[in-house]
């Protein structure tokens, strides 16, 4: 073999040997798509349990049309107190809402009175201090979202505290002449002795005055003594006086007063009964 051919033999040998790695490099290569090629990962979604709200904290729909104007909303009314000048009202309803109190004589008519609020519960005083007739009232309420409830009818007055004063005993002393008294009560007069009657002493029988029902927070009231006297040849002469007679809050009391004018002198025993209803 010549040496040109031997140089020939030794380089195609290692042509060989260099192609079988290159082979082997190029098949360890990933065959997948080149990363700029490769399409979107694709992540499952997590979908979130499906709720029931109601549709108005869900939507800004109108729902009034969906919405009952009494359901879910109660409110009770009581007549907490009865004063002599008026009557407490309050009530409790199931949730809190602006309240209000309708009333009137005879049937619930257009007057009426809020109660502080909004609020579940509640109370005001309907003053009534020239009548004792009962008075009707119902409270009606209405929530934030615009629901409405009303209570029953109620029917009550106010507290009436009366009045009866009794004399029990009178006597009118008499030194000279002639004499008579007259009494004046809450507008009633009455004459129990004269005038005209002799001396020394004239006594008059137990009388009464009617029954009255006193004003709010009244704890006294005038009784008018007018006397009546005359001795010849005087002209004749009278005079009033007038006694502050003390009313217990309810219950009864025996007074006894001695009073003194134009030279009669009258001795009474009072008594003052005071009843509530």
């Given at each position: ?52 709200e ?39 309803a ?23 609020g ?13 009548t ?28 009436a ?8 005993d009178?006597?009118l ?105």
């Amino acid at each position: 073999m010549s040496r040109r051919l031997l140089v020939v033999l030794v380089a195609l040998g290692m042509l060989a040997t260099g192609g079988g790695v290159a082979a082997g490099l190029f098949m360890a290569r990933d065959p997948g798509q080149p990363a700029a090629e490769a399409g979107p990962t694709t992540i499952p979604e997590t979908t979130a349990p499906v709720t029931s709200e109601p549709a108005s904290s869900t939507s800004s729909t109108d729902t009034s049309s969906t919405t009952s104007t009494t359901t879910g909303l109660s409110v009770q009314a009581r007549v907490v107190e009865r004063a002599e000048d008026g009557v407490v009202v309050g009530y409790e309803a199931s949730e809190p809402v602006s309240a209000a109190l309708r009333w009137g004589f005879g049937g619930l008519g257009d007057n009426q009175l809020r109660f502080p609020g909004p609020a579940s519960q509640g109370t005001l005083k309907l003053v009534l201090t020239a009548t004792v007739r009962p008075v009707s009232m119902q409270v009606t309420a209405e929530s934030a979202d615009g629901r409405s409830g009303e209570s029953d009818i109620l029917t009550a007055r106010r507290l009436a505290r009366r009045v009866v004063l009794e004399v029990r005993d009178l006597t009118l002393e008499i030194p000279s002449g002639t004499g008579g008294i007259t009494t004046g009560f809450r507008g009633t007069t009455l004459r129990p002795l004269g005038p005209g009657l002799a001396g020394p002493t004239a006594s008059a029988e137990p009388f009464a005055f009617p029954s009255s029902v006193l004003g709010a927070g009244t704890r006294s009231g005038p009784l008018t003594l007018r006397f009546f006297h005359e001795v010849p040849p005087n002209p004749p002469r009278t005079r009033a006086v007038t006694l502050t007679v003390p009313f217990p809050r309810q219950g009864q009391v025996t007074l006894e007063r001695t009073v003194t004018a134009i030279g009669l002198t009258a001795q009474l025993r009072l008594r003052v009964t005071v009843t509530a209803s």
